[in-house]
C-alpha cells in the first residue's frame, strides 16, 4: 500500500556530477599511468603514514598501561573469607544441561 499524499522528483539533475566524477577518476588515473614516479611517492606516503598510524597505537596503549597501574594498585583485591580454592574440592559437573535434570542416576 501506498500513501497518497507522495510526490516523485527526477533526480535526473545529478547526471552532469555523476559524469564529471568518472571524467576526474578518468583523468587522475592517465596522470598516474603517464607519470609512474609519482606511484614511488605515494608508496612512501603510504608508508609514513602507517608508521604513524602503528607509533599512535602503541604509545596510546601504552598510556592506559601506566595509567590503569595506579587504578589497579587503589582498587586493590577481592577475596572471601574461609574459602579455599583448593584442586581437591573441584567436584565433577553433574546435570550440566536442561536435559541432564529429567534424568538423575
Given amino acids: 500500500m ?13 547526471i552532469p556530477f555523476l559524469l564529471l566524477g568518472i571524467a576526474f ?8 599511468v603517464m607519470n ?6 605515494l608508496l612512501y ?3 609514513v603514514i602507517a608508521i604513524v598510524i602503528a607509533a599512535l ?3 596510546v596503549l601504552a598510556v592506559m598501561i601506566i595509567l590503569a597501574i ?6 586493590g583485591e577481592q577475596y572471601q573469607d574461609g574459602v579455599s ?11 550440566s544441561s536442561s536435559e541432564d535434570k529429567d534424568k538423575k542416576e
Fill in 2 to 14: 501506498e500513501a497518497t499524499n507522495t510526490k516523485r522528483k527526477s533526480t535526473a539533475k545529478g
Fill in 25 to 32: 577518476i578518468i583523468a587522475v588515473a592517465v596522470l598516474l
Fill in 36 to 41: 609512474p614516479e609519482i606511484w614511488k611517492n
Fill in 45 to 47: 606516503l603510504a608508508i
Fill in 57 to 59: 597505537v602503541i604509545i
Fill in 70 to 75: 595506579p587504578f589497579y594498585l587503589f582498587k
Fill in 85 to 95: 580454592y583448593d584442586i581437591k574440592d573441584v567436584n565433577a559437573v553433574r546435570e
